[in-house]
């Protein structure tokens, strides 16, 4: 198990004399200095042009759960621990979310550092991918988010029917060539549409070239066969969203909560029953053999499924962080994903 936790700068201030080497015992800790070992750590995001750390850090919970202050926290934590790319939505707590990260952006200097990806199309006052709402949406996006340019735009199809796909990529054309946006992803298309968007893209038209699929070890029927055969025919990069299902394969909470329950509360709840439980701990066994918390076995069942490039999850807290980092540097045998995938039957 690789771990990347490793803390990037140290004060020469604030380090003691070093000793002649006569004086130093042979067993003393060897002080670890510059950038985390998880800084080099990073895979091709499919045709796009970026290199990413191998899970990128949702920002759904930021100005909904988490205040400014603690996103803040985490976002420089998953940095120094060596992950460089964000992801999040004009509809994502009513744009707060792309506020809270474009203040991180820019109060830390990171911009050119760091791979932005944000899905367009769910906001209520740009709402779908017609061309004059799509245009709305990136410009409003990028003057939240304080930047000039998205690394990967998400188009999202779900729930607003299918889209005039020549008209939305017709705009996403313009808005690549302007730089507004340098890669195309999405999120919500069906086999079909992506089949359609390809033969668009043969026209002259931009490639998507990065799919955004709910997909997790209790939901893998979203990313049913059609949609993986044609992910895997077009070379395109996975990013599975709901990666540890609302949080419940984190494993902290196993029984009801008594009273009403949260958006969040009852999301979880959906999955305390037989399955739920027997993925716990299937989960809960490979944890303990490895060394590492449910949610880093969660993730590196993921990473170990084809086609799928870089997990999409949301974080509450730093130390959420460390947790899900561990499993980039997790490797499954055939016989753990096997157990684990019996048990989510």
Same mark, same amino acid.
């Given at each position: 198990?690789?771990?990347? &936790?490793?803390?990037?700068?140290?004060?020469?201030?604030?380090?003691?004399?070093?000793?002649?080497?006569?004086?130093?015992?042979?067993? *003393?800790?060897?002080?670890?200095?510059?950038?985390?070992?998880?800084?080099?750590?990073?895979?091709?995001?499919?045709?796009? &042009?970026?290199?990413?750390?191998?899970?990128?850090?949702? &920002?759904?919970?930021?100005?909904?759960?988490?205040?400014?202050?603690?996103?803040?926290?985490i976002l420089d934590a998953y940095v120094e621990r060596g992950g460089n790319a964000v992801h999040t939505a004009d509809s994502f707590a009513g744009g707060r979310s792309e506020h809270i990260i474009g203040q991180w952006l820019h109060s830390r200097g990171l911009r050119d550092d760091v791979t932005l990806a944000v899905r367009v199309g769910g906001h209520p006052d740009n709402p779908g991918l017609g061309p004059v709402n799509l245009v709305r949406a990136v410009e409003a996006s990028l003057t939240r988010l304080r930047t000039d340019r998205i690394d990967v735009l998400y188009l999202d199809a779900a729930g607003r029917g299918a889209p005039e796909l020549e008209d939305t990529l017709a705009t996403a054309e313009w808005l690549v060539e302007s730089g507004k946006a340098r890669a195309l992803g999405a999120a919500g298309f069906t086999a079909a549409q992506l089949v359609? *968007?390809?033969?668009?893209?043969? @026209? &002259?038209?931009?490639?998507?070239?990065?799919?955004?699929?709910?997909?997790?070890?209790?939901?893998?029927?979203?990313?049913?066969?059609?949609?993986?055969? !044609?992910?895997? *025919?077009?070379?395109? @990069? !996975?990013?599975?969203?709901?990666?540890?299902?609302?949080?419940f394969l984190a494993g902290r909470q196993r029984t009801r909560s008594r009273g009403g329950l949260s958006v969040r509360g009852a999301q979880i709840a959906a999955n305390l029953n037989r399955r739920g439980s027997r993925t716990l701990r299937a989960l809960d066994a490979v944890g303990t053999e490895l060394g590492v918390p449910d949610a880093a076995v969660a993730v590196a069942w993921l990473l170990a499924q084809k086609l799928v490039t870089a997990p999409i999850i949301n974080a509450f807290a730093p130390q959420h962080v460390e947790e899900l980092v561990q499993g980039v540097g997790v490797r499954l045998s055939r016989s753990q994903l096997a157990d684990i995938a019996r048990a989510a039957e």
């Open positions: 198990m690789a771990v990347f &936790g490793v803390r990037s700068a140290v004060s020469s201030e604030s380090l003691p004399p070093v000793p002649l080497a006569g004086d130093v015992h042979p067993s *003393a800790p060897i002080p670890v200095q510059g950038p985390s070992v998880g800084s080099n750590v990073r895979v091709d995001l499919g045709e796009s &042009g970026s290199k990413v750390f191998p899970l990128i850090l949702g &920002g759904a919970e930021f100005g909904w759960n988490v205040d400014l202050e603690s996103s803040h926290e359609e *968007a390809r033969i668009l893209a043969s @026209a &002259g038209y931009p490639r998507i070239t990065v799919l955004d699929v709910p997909f997790n070890v209790l939901r893998r029927h979203e990313f049913d066969s059609d949609l993986r055969l !044609v992910a895997g *025919a077009q070379a395109m @990069a !996975v990013t599975p969203s709901h990666a540890l299902e609302h949080g």
